[in-house]
């Protein structure tokens, strides 16, 4: 059912002020690129498994999609000001990262953020050894 809104319902709103959550993701970019060599070398490994001339144009879609999810938030995080900017490495490692469920030290958040890519990549392999192993 569509209820028609009225100017005077968004008459108190505030805007709220930027900010660093807003656009960086409090990772350090080496975390987001190897998250990104990550899931190509899985593609990659897909590739050479199974890659033949009618595949070609799914690939390259997947490439393509997959670029754009990794690059789009990247330039997204550039365009943050100033204070917006990512933690340098150094702080990183100083501080950490504060999670839903707590915070996680340096070691814990990359261990968190790439056991996806490299889980991902052994499966990959492990797919790889079956198929030319049959």
Do not use: C
Not at 21 to 37: E, K, T
Not at 115 to 125: D, F, N, Q
Request: glycine share 12%; charged share 10%.
């Amino acid at each position: 059912m569509n209820m028609p809104l009225h100017q005077t319902a968004f008459a108190d709103a505030t805007a709220l002020p930027r900010t660093r959550g807003a656009h960086v993701f409090d990772l350090h970019p080496a975390l987001h690129i190897g998250v990104f060599a990550g899931f190509f070398a899985y593609l990659g490994i897909m590739w050479a498994a199974f890659g033949e001339k009618g595949l070609v144009i799914p690939f390259a879609i997947f490439g393509v999609f997959l670029a754009a999810a990794f690059i789009v938030p990247g330039w997204w995080a550039r365009v943050a000001p100033g204070e917006g900017r990512a933690p340098s490495f150094a702080d990183f490692v100083e501080h950490g990262l504060p999670t839903g469920s707590g915070h996680l030290g340096a070691g814990g958040a990359t261990v968190q953020v790439m056991i996806m890519p490299v889980m991902l990549m052994i499966w990959g392999l492990i797919v790889a050894v079956i198929r030319f192993s049959v």
